[in-house]
């Protein structure tokens, strides 16, 4: 995991490999790997290797190709390492139209009324307005 940002006193780090994502679909009980998985699958098909010619530079900038066109998964923690709130922002953190941010709590909940400000300060960082009525997918009005 990469550390990201704070907010305290919660930090917000960035899942990198598809072990941190299984771990953070076990610990939440959703499906962030699954997704994580189909985003890499995608990310690593794009990848161009560069045209010299010599098999062993094709995989040379594979890996930033990959953490470039992928969207950043994130998780909140606590002190104790605890997962508390998983997030998928565009690719780089950079605003899309076409993109939706996804912001879940364990089990697919609501986190908004628990880690709201955490969630704004991620918000802040990226320079995205990440508001539940967009990012939280599950929303029902009563």
């Given at each position: 995991?990469?550390y ?11 899942l ?20 994580f ?5 995608q ?23 990959i953490?470039r ?22 690719p780089?953190?950079k ?14 909940q ?11 300060a991620?918000?802040?960082?990226f ?9 939280y ?6």
């Amino acid at each position: 995991m990469q550390y990201v940002c704070d907010a305290p006193p919660l930090t917000w780090f960035r899942l990198e490999t598809t072990a941190e994502a299984a771990l953070e679909s076990q610990a939440m009980d959703h499906a962030v790997e699954r997704y994580f998985r189909q985003a890499h699958e995608q990310a690593t098909q794009s990848y161009v290797p560069p045209r010299t010619g010599l098999y062993v530079e094709q995989s040379i900038g594979r890996k930033a190709h990959i953490q470039r066109a992928m969207p950043l998964f994130l998780t909140l923690r606590d002190r104790e390492g605890k997962a508390l709130v998983t997030a998928m922002l565009p690719p780089e953190g950079k605003a899309g139209a076409s993109f939706r941010p996804i912001i879940v709590g364990r089990s697919n909940q609501d986190p908004y009324s628990d880690f709201g400000e955490a969630i704004r300060a991620l918000g802040e960082h990226f320079g995205l307005p990440l508001d539940p009525a967009r990012c939280y997918p599950y929303r029902r009005d009563l």
